[in-house]
């Protein structure tokens, strides 16, 4: 790493660790995100309640309802993906601040994470059998680093390789 790229990583630890300036902004970009998908649902006319809370130094909504079938409609991961982009947008335009935000839709983010514990697990299983590295397949950066982190808590190391939607994770021995 560079001395730049250093200063950098530096400089952006420690905008974000000031948590009175960064908790207020991340509500605020919650509750920007929740107008917007409020209307989203107004649209659709569908029912739900959108729950804002913050973590990890981002803002979480999660879109929930008594009537699960009503999110149906909405809560395929691609759908889900989809919304946040959208929203992330809305937030951007009106804040013109780069969002983080992560969405929930009925309890789906949880089901991909499931799954994407299971496939990465499975791979890493595969990685330790043969000693050879292996490749996942390509996903969106929160769900790399979720696989990072399952990967460095099983022992072994893994780096991110590709650009764009092609960014995947290779799984190397340790």
Do not use: C, W
């Amino acid at each position: 790493m560079s001395e730049n790229e250093e200063t950098q990583t530096e400089v952006v630890t420690e905008v974000t660790e000031s948590p009175e300036v960064s908790t207020k902004a991340l509500e605020e970009e919650g509750d920007i995100a929740a107008d917007y998908l409020e209307e989203l649902l107004d649209i659709y006319d569908l029912d739900g309640d959108i729950d804002i809370d913050v973590r990890q130094g981002r803002a979480y909504l999660e879109i929930s309802s008594d009537q699960d079938s009503n999110l149906r409609l909405i809560s395929d991961p691609d759908t889900v993906e989809a919304l946040q982009e959208l929203t992330r947008l809305a937030v951007q335009v009106k804040t013109t601040s780069f969002s983080r935000l992560i969405l929930d839709v009925g309890g789906s983010r949880q089901k991909r994470v499931d799954e994407l514990t299971r496939v990465v697990n499975k791979v890493i299983e595969k990685v330790r059998d043969s000693g050879e590295q292996s490749p996942l397949k390509p996903m969106s950066s929160y769900e790399r680093k979720i696989a990072h982190d399952i990967i460095a808590e099983a022992g072994l190391t893994s780096e991110s390789e590709g650009e764009g939607r092609d960014r995947h994770i290779v799984i190397k021995p340790a």
